[in-house]
């Protein structure tokens, strides 16, 4: 079942469970408290694993239509989906059967972006030039917003929850919650905008550009650091829970197959230094710190999923993807480590024994 090779076999991290479905996995998500692990494919299929049971739940069969993100509410409540058919599916989750509560968008615009806010259940998503958010209070669409420059590229929330953040041609927008009608903040771009993210304490914002630059804004410092060389634009941004010994959360950086971890330094003339990782052998498909560690991961399409000791080190690599890997995602309490395949492989690692919480899942289930 297991095709996995360690580069240190006594890490931390061992093989737990594996199933699969039957197309690209395009998007996984923990819900906040770790007890479900949701999933979605290319072919439009989404599943949820309940962790601790034997119980697989399939929300939605193939439809042909990819359904490429999804997103759990910040309370657990809802689970949300969008994808080619130009619909977002929200369900209640919380209950013996989940339930289909609302189907909000249209036909026109494929739905590649989403993000709930962290604080309300308020879920914004794209469509086309527009984000419109959704509000689980009125089950109704509270506002939509016009990025107007380009189809909106990424979206994001301030950790405040009060702060939307839109990303796309010529730079990023930031509207506020508390008054969406009133004009937003504009950080201004020489490029587009491809990828948005807030530090966790919502000091910094960073912006991964298609001009092969990183740009990082201190939040009412009007001078941002512009980061530059990269080889490729720059697809991936995501910050750590912890702080680095120079006090500030890292921020990790994916563009083609290199990544880069950036640490604030003391002297504001030096900025932000980077190391590099350098490990896989194609393109990096996605990022991400376990919570509340600097323990760092990576998943490549050369089949590669690497775990990075301090964001420095490399302790382990699985190979357990033969076409690649697509996504990852590491859950809420950091147990477990879940990444999708390009070939549909939905694989999970924990400091566990394998077989423990979980049942099996397949293009069938």
């Not at 989404?46 to 034997?54: A, N, P, R």
């Not at 604080?119 to 109704?140: E, H, I, P």
Request: charge should be negative; aromatic fraction near 10%; hydrophobic fraction near 40%.
């Amino acid at each position: 079942m297991f095709r996995v090779k360690a580069k240190n076999p006594g890490g931390d991290f061992q093989p737990h469970w594996q199933g699969t479905l039957s197309d690209y996995v395009t998007a996984i998500a923990w819900s906040p408290k770790g007890q479900i692990l949701a999933a979605s494919s290319a072919a439009g299929e989404v599943t949820m694993l309940i962790v601790g049971t034997s119980q697989t739940t399939l929300l939605q069969s193939a439809t042909g239509q990819a359904a490429d993100c999804l997103s759990f509410s910040h309370d657990g409540q809802f689970l949300a989906v969008g994808g080619q058919n130009g619909q977002v599916k929200i369900w209640h989750v919380q209950s013996e059967s989940p339930e289909l509560i609302a189907t909000v968008g249209n036909s026109r615009d494929w739905i590649d972006r989403m993000a709930w806010s962290p604080k309300r259940n308020q879920l914004a998503f794209s469509l086309g030039r527009y984000v419109q958010v959704w509000d689980s209070a009125t089950n109704d669409i509270a506002t939509t917003l016009n990025f107007d420059t380009s189809s909106v590229l990424d979206i994001g929330w301030h950790p405040d929850g009060n702060r939307l953040t839109i990303g796309g041609y010529q730079g990023i927008k930031i509207w506020t919650a508390d008054d969406w009608d009133d004009d937003p903040y504009l950080l201004t771009l020489d490029s587009a905008s491809v990828a948005v993210a807030w530090s966790p304490d919502g000091k910094y914002i960073a912006s991964g550009n298609l001009d092969r630059t990183i740009t990082v804004l201190e939040w009412e410092n009007p001078h941002p650091w512009v980061m530059r060389g990269f080889p490729g634009k720059v697809r991936h941004l995501c910050w750590s829970s912890s702080l680095a010994k120079t006090g500030s959360p890292l921020l990790a950086s994916a563009s083609a197959e290199g990544i880069v971890i950036w640490e604030k330094q003391a002297d504001e003339l030096v900025g932000w230094e980077g190391r590099v990782l350098d490990q896989h052998e194609a393109v990096v498909e996605s990022i991400q710190f376990q919570p509340n560690t600097l323990l760092f991961a990576s998943a490549a399409a050369d089949g590669s999923v690497c775990l990075w000791d301090k964001a420095k080190r490399l302790t382990q690599i699985f190979n357990s993807a033969p076409k690649g890997f697509s996504c990852l995602c590491w859950h809420p309490q950091g147990k477990y480590l879940a990444a999708g395949g390009q070939n549909g492989e939905l694989i999970v690692w924990s400091k566990e024994m394998r077989g423990q919480g979980f049942g099996r899942v397949s293009s069938s289930a």
